[in-house]
């Protein structure tokens, strides 16, 4: 049996935890495999809008076992906070969530020192979600990390306090005040919280339900674009969000990988610094983020907002692997008389179609062709048939530019609100 993954083409947001939720009754595992809290993945349904940032996006259906993989990041509390959500909703913590003991922990000073370092930057912040997650990562690099499975060690305190004493010397660089003491307070509770839950080898429990034939759906955060290696460095997060990045952090082989569902907007948005060459700032980008609801789950900050970059998207597909599409917020478009996509980029005086080694500090300009927009609700429609030409237009026009198959449209946010188109589901 091989293991599909779920990922995000553009700079995230793309409404990846809806379409997990939503390909959920196929599979038997969900796991997610990097990034942390600093992930928002919203799911609606029954009219009520969850939002997750670590517990997997299969989490609200009985029968499917929901793995934090050891390329997560974990913020105790935070988790914490979660799982004291999903309980009062009846979810089954105990028997559907697993975490990986080989999943590091984000500490009180990993926040500290978040939130001191993109103050330190000024204007050359990178937009950080402030949740520790890239100091925390350093420390997985640099060997002193600390990990789930060290919480149940006799140890654990002496090696907590050793790193924490380290974190300190390096906040001191930083003209910043702080209250250890009452982070740490909560940071503790959490812990307890963490023992009572289903800790695992998550490498040996994912591949034993290979071998048993069980069926496995990787989730991505964030997305392609804000790769450490492959994304517009370095405005990027601090884990690999491509396909490979199953691999390392879920302990999966390459020739484990089945099918690779890429999603996109059917337009772009960006929180948080970093350059965006199709980005709107006027009329219409505000349009755009109004009829898109286009707030940060996480954050809540206002998002960024601009038309479909195809040089991006297809450099996204390429180092994925893509081998299905799923466009999401087909729905907001519905606002405009007019789509424009982005086809190429015009970068030192040279008209190219491909995500070049440079657009941070390069000047770009975007190429836009021009289609004819449908301007009718989308969101009461249950199948192709329904669709305008106009939609359907803009689907082929995709389509055949991408050359992958785009199987599911998203028409709102609620879990009934998708047409299939492919197979993904028969």
């Given at each position: 049996?091989?293991?599909?993954?779920?990922?995000?083409?553009?700079?995230?947001?793309?409404?990846?935890?809806?379409?997990?939720?939503?390909?959920?009754?196929?599979?038997?595992?969900i796991?997610?495999?990097?990034?942390?809290?600093n992930?928002?993945?919203?799911?609606?349904?029954?009219?009520?809008?969850?939002?997750?940032?670590?517990?997997?996006?299969?989490?609200?259906?009985?029968?499917?076992?929901?793995?934090?993989?050891?390329?997560?990041?974990?913020?105790?509390?935070?988790?914490?906070?979660?799982?004291?959500?999903?309980?009062?909703?009846?979810?089954?913590?105990?028997?559907?969530?697993?975490?990986?003991?080989?999943a590091?922990?984000?500490?009180?000073t990993?926040?500290?020192?978040d939130?001191?370092?993109?103050?330190?930057?000024?204007?050359?912040?990178?937009?950080?979600?402030?949740?520790?997650?890239?100091?925390?990562?350093?420390?997985?690099?640099?060997?002193?990390?600390?990990?789930?499975?060290?919480?149940?060690?006799?140890?654990?305190?002496?090696?907590y306090?050793?790193l924490?004493?380290?974190?300190?010397?390096?906040l001191?660089?930083?003209?910043?005040?702080?209250?250890?003491?009452?982070?740490?307070?909560?940071f503790?509770?959490?812990?307890?919280t963490?023992?009572?839950?289903?800790?695992?080898?998550?490498?040996?429990?994912?591949n034993?339900?290979?071998?048993?034939?069980?069926?496995?759906?990787?989730?991505?955060?964030?997305?392609?674009?804000?790769?450490?290696?492959?994304?517009?460095?370095?405005?990027?997060?601090?884990?690999?969000?491509?396909?490979?990045?199953?691999?390392?952090?879920?302990?999966?082989?390459?020739?484990?990988?089945?099918?690779?569902?890429?999603?996109?907007?059917?337009?772009?948005?960006?929180?948080?610094?970093?350059?965006?060459?199709?980005?709107?700032?006027?009329?219409?980008?505000?349009?755009?983020?109004?009829?898109?609801n286009?707030?940060?789950?996480?954050?809540?900050?206002?998002?960024?907002?601009?038309?479909?970059?195809?040089?991006?998207?297809?450099?996204?597909?390429?180092?994925?692997?893509?081998?299905?599409?799923?466009m999401?917020?087909?729905?907001?478009?519905?606002?405009?008389?007019?789509?424009?996509?982005?086809?190429?980029?015009?970068?030192?005086g040279?008209?190219?179609?491909?995500?070049?080694?440079d657009?941070?500090?390069?000047?770009?300009?975007p190429?836009?062709?021009?289609?004819k927009?449908?301007?009718?609700?989308?969101?009461?429609?249950?199948?192709?048939?329904?669709?305008?030409?106009?939609?359907?237009?803009?689907?082929?026009?995709?389509?055949?530019?991408l050359?992958?198959?785009?199987s599911?449209?998203?028409?709102?946010?609620?879990?009934?609100?998708?047409?299939?188109?492919?197979?993904?589901?028969?």
């Amino acid at each position: 049996m091989k293991v599909d993954v779920l990922l995000g083409l553009q700079w995230g947001d793309e409404g990846k935890g809806k379409i997990v939720d939503v390909l959920t009754p196929k599979y038997n595992v969900i796991a997610r495999f990097q990034g942390g809290p600093n992930a928002g993945h919203t799911l609606e349904f029954n009219g009520i809008k969850h939002v997750l940032h670590t517990i997997p996006s299969g989490i609200f259906h009985d029968g499917v076992a929901n793995v934090v993989g050891n390329g997560v990041v974990v913020d105790p509390v935070i988790l914490k906070k979660e799982i004291d959500a999903l309980i009062k909703l009846g979810v089954n913590i105990k028997k559907q969530l697993f975490i990986s003991k080989k999943a590091h922990l984000i500490l009180p000073t990993h926040r500290l020192i978040d939130a001191a370092s993109e103050a330190a930057k000024g204007k050359e912040k990178i937009g950080s979600t402030l949740k520790g997650i890239g100091p925390t990562y350093m420390d997985k690099t640099g060997r002193n990390g600390l990990r789930v499975g060290d919480v149940f060690e006799t140890t654990f305190k002496e090696k907590y306090t050793k790193l924490v004493i380290k974190h300190k010397e390096i906040l001191k660089f930083h003209d910043f005040e702080y209250d250890l003491e009452a982070l740490e307070k909560d940071f503790f509770i959490a812990l307890e919280t963490i023992k009572n839950l289903t800790i695992i080898d998550s490498e040996h429990y994912l591949n034993n339900a290979i071998n048993n034939n069980k069926s496995i759906l990787a989730e991505g955060a964030q997305g392609a674009m804000l790769d450490v290696d492959f994304g517009s460095y370095p405005f990027v997060t601090s884990s690999n969000t491509t396909t490979a990045g199953t691999c390392t952090g879920l302990g999966i082989a390459p020739n484990k990988i089945g099918k690779v569902f890429g999603i996109f907007k059917a337009y772009c948005t960006r929180v948080g610094s970093g350059p965006f060459p199709t980005e709107l700032e006027d009329e219409v980008g505000e349009r755009m983020r109004k009829a898109g609801n286009e707030f940060g789950s996480t954050t809540g900050r206002p998002r960024r907002c601009g038309w479909i970059d195809l040089p991006a998207l297809k450099y996204a597909i390429m180092i994925n692997g893509v081998t299905e599409l799923i466009m999401m917020k087909a729905d907001v478009l519905s606002e405009f008389e007019t789509i424009a996509v982005c086809t190429h980029y015009i970068i030192d005086g040279k008209k190219i179609d491909y995500m070049p080694y440079d657009i941070v500090s390069k000047e770009v300009t975007p190429v836009y062709e021009t289609l004819k927009g449908w301007r009718q609700d989308l969101t009461k429609l249950a199948s192709m048939d329904e669709i305008p030409s106009e939609l359907s237009a803009y689907i082929d026009y995709l389509e055949k530019t991408l050359n992958v198959p785009i199987s599911i449209v998203s028409v709102g946010p609620d879990r009934t609100q998708t047409i299939h188109r492919g197979n993904v589901l028969v």
